[in-house]
């Protein structure tokens, strides 16, 4: 426990409805004392756990009236951080929210560090490591899907599975290390059966969490897209086609757009983060030249391309290098501006060059969208191994420690086949263990812990 209470505004600044000051630690309780009064007059600091009062901040040096109020009071250890917490649910609007925070801070409090009542709750044993970086995953989710899978690990949905194999895994230890104590009672050929066995069954839990984690990540983060062609094909269009509103600027002068736009959208519940960037032209014009340039920076990096080709212009030279830059690349070859034919004939030429899977569409006229987003969706779950509601880890952090958890249990099973020395084995499975360990945070630096949540906001 920390003998320091910390606050923080809770709620995000701006007008709204309420607005949360929230106050955690041995000192919570007495500054709120110090800034409310109840309305009842009743004296609420006796009164259970878990309770809402009305009342007023008052501000104690001048005695004048800050903001009408409702104190929410709960008391150690069941509460968020396991500390006694007390909300000021203020009028929501920018002052009355500071000034109630002010107060707290010159009643004793110091201000929260980013994440630090999640945090504390982490520390004070309430959820491990990985519910602690599902509460910023859920707050982050783009999609009913990504909020899907962040939920079910903030229930420790992932904690549990992980501390099962952990124990399957210290197990395996166990007869390991027995093994080494009294070789001569191991010399039977069953138990070494049977401990190549479990390990295998080990082995492939592990690996199909990490086969599934890929899947995870996409429903998390997201997929970065980038909308790429000539000037003048229609990309501002799809994309204001896709969002349903016009985001970008279109006009029938090429060039148009030099800025890249970035729009997040649901398709079938992967956050696509869609990039419509400058045509790819030489070109002297100073602005657009910029703009062509980030453009090809962004085809680089995307993880998905949408190659848009006008069919009223047919494929043109351009077009043909154009795809072979983006060959390597995950992605669909969009025929637009269907409406004006030539797509098939365009169809043809591309089958010809075998590259990317060939849609048609007319962002003009919403034709092949639907078809579209059907294929945008498979080809980033191509080869997902998992539906989304079943348990997907969603970390990179998390699929790190499972890879070198793998890695370790192989080692181990090489030893073992190998005839070598059992402790070698043992060495392995431990280091297994505290790979998995990573994961709900038994085993893992101050750092790691450092960086997981000074990447929150503020409040939480
Ligand atoms: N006003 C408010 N809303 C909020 C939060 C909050 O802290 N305050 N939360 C967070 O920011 C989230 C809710 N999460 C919470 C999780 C656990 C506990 C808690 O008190 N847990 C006790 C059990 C309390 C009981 O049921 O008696 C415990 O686990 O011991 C509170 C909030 C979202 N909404
Ligand atoms: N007939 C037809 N015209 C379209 C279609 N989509 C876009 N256009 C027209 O094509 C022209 C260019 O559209 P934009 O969306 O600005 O093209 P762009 O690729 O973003 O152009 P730059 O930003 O200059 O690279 C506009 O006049 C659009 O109305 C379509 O499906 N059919
Ligand atoms: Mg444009």
Redesign the pocket.
Known sequence: MWDDTIAAIATPLGEGGIG?V?VSGPEAMGIAGRLFQSASGANWRMKGS?RLFRGRVVDPANGRLVDEILL?V?RA????T?EDVV?FNCHGGIVAVRRVLELALSAGARLAAPGEFTRRAFLNG?IDLAQAEAVIDLIRARTDTGLEVAAGQLTGRLSRRVRQLQDELLGLVARVEASIDFPEEDAGFNSADDLECGLADLIDAVARLIRQAETGRVYREGISTVIAGRPNVGKSSLLNALLDENRAIVTDIPGTTRDVIEEVLNVRGIPLRLADTAGLRETADKVEKAGVERARELLQQAELVLLVIDAGAGLTDADRELIKLAGHKKGLILINKSDLGGAAVITEQLREMDSKPVLSVSARFGTGLEQLLDAIGNLVLSGAVAPAGDLLVSNVRHQDALKRCLNHLKAARLSLAGHMPVDLAAIDLREAWEALGEITGTAVSEDIIDRIFSDFCIG?
């Open positions: 949360i929230r878990h929410g709960m250890p069941h509460t968020y396991r909300e309430r939480k």
